[in-house]
């Protein structure tokens, strides 16, 4: 299942994706440069899957690049900070272009992300919910730092995704071809 994490600069992509993968937290993470990649291995309701990660950069400079990595994608996860207006003013860029470039049913997820930074809030959990309803996407709150949240995204987003494929709505990729 090949998934994309998008989303502006310093949202906390890359860190979410090394609490799932690696069950760590690295404080001042560097910024991506264009792609990295991450796996993650999980059985979900008697069916081994393989996530295929992909973390692209937030910055603008590579945002051409990042969205070449959207084709063929099963799962989009947009974040943001919660603690950065501008990074949640972003997303909807994010989602249009995910939507016109990935799998016409993907699943797709909006993260907001620090949550461990509340009292920092400037992006209310309403408001999000509220943009994710309009957009016809699951709403999740995190926190690389602590884990919260980190394992329920993906496997709800997994979830959603064997579904589709079991019905047969969209097509899974075998790992022998």
Request: proline share 1%; charged share 25%; glycine share 8%.
């Amino acid at each position: 299942m090949k998934y994309v994490i998008i989303g502006a600069s310093g949202g906390g992509k890359t860190s979410i994706l090394r609490r799932l993968a690696e069950n760590r937290f690295v404080q001042g993470t560097q910024s991506t440069v264009g792609i990295e990649y991450f796996t993650y291995d999980t059985t979900i309701e008697n069916h081994k899957l393989k996530l295929m990660l992909w973390d692209t950069a937030g910055q603008e400079r590579f945002y051409t690049i990042a969205k070449a990595y959207f084709r063929a994608a099963l799962g989009i996860i947009i974040v943001f900070d919660i603690t950065d207006r501008k990074s949640f003013d972003q997303v909807p860029r994010w989602l249009r272009d995910a939507r016109l470039e990935a799998d016409p049913h993907c699943v797709a997820l909006l993260v907001g992300n620090k949550t461990d930074l509340a009292e920092k809030r400037k992006v209310s959990s309403e408001e999000a919910q509220k943009f994710a309803e309009v957009n016809e996407l699951q709403y999740f709150e995190t926190s690389a730092l602590n884990g919260d949240g980190i394992t329920e995204v993906f496997m709800k987003g997994a979830t959603d995704i064997l579904h589709k494929i079991l019905s047969g709505e969209i097509l899974a990729v075998n790992s022998q071809e």
